[in-house]
Each structure stands twice: as C-alpha cells, then as structure tokens.
Nanobody
C-alpha cells in the first residue's frame, strides 16, 4: 500500500523559511513522480513543485520560482520542499502526492489529476 506522510508545516513570519518533508512508502519501483500541491481558502488548488524520482527532473510554479527548492533523498524515499522568502500569499495547506503511472508528464505539468496517491496536508501559515 502506497503511503505518503507530509510534515514540516507551521507558523512563520514573512521572509522566513520552512522545509516540508514527504516520506513515501510502499512504492516498489523507481519511475514515479512526487509533487507538492497547496490549497488556500477561496483559491484553486495549485501545483507548487514536482520532481521525477527517476531522473530528478523538476517543475516549479511561477509563483515560487527562485524561492522554493524541491529535492529528493532516494535512500530515504523522502522528498523535501525548501521554502524560503515566504510570503503571506504562501499560506495554505500543503500536501504531497505520487504519480506512478504517468511520471514524466506528471512531473512536467505538475497537474494533480495525474497523481494517484495523496498524503494528508500540513498547514503553512505565513504572518505579515
């Protein structure tokens, strides 16, 4: 059974940093993608950043380019999202998801509908 465990959310002041972790288990092959998505009240769900487990290819939403960095520790089956220069508009529930069937296109488009498994969310609150 595929399971994803997200952690690392919290309250931070504007300009601060947080690192989110997504620990994956139950995935028995290497060709999959992990994505970070966020949902803020009154806003559409957004694909923040995605990474290919196989070749490390990444995607970033324009809203986070230059501030967020996604990385993968394959030995630990964990994907990280380092978030720097956080702004109040980054406030949202962040969750990670795995795409096992469409890893390439799922990485390149970071579209939630291409992701098969989702973990629970972790709340990130950025105060002004």
């Amino acid at each position: 059974e595929v399971q994803l465990q997200a952690s690392g959310g919290g309250l931070v002041q504007a300009g601060g940093s947080l690192r989110l972790s997504c620990a994956a288990s139950g995935i028995t092959f290497d060709d999959y993608a992990i994505g970070w998505f966020r949902q803020a009240p009154g806003k559409e769900r957004e694909g923040v950043s995605c990474i290919s487990r196989r070749d490390g290819r990444t995607y970033y939403a324009d809203s986070v380019k230059g501030r967020f960095t996604i990385s993968s520790d394959n030995a630990k089956n964990t994907v990280y999202l380092q978030m720097n220069s956080l702004q109040p508009e980054d406030t949202a529930v962040y969750f990670c998801a795995a795409s096992l069937k469409n890893s390439w296109i799922a990485t390149m488009t970071c579209t939630i509908t291409l992701y098969d498994y989702r973990g629970q969310g972790t709340l990130v609150t950025v105060s002004s």
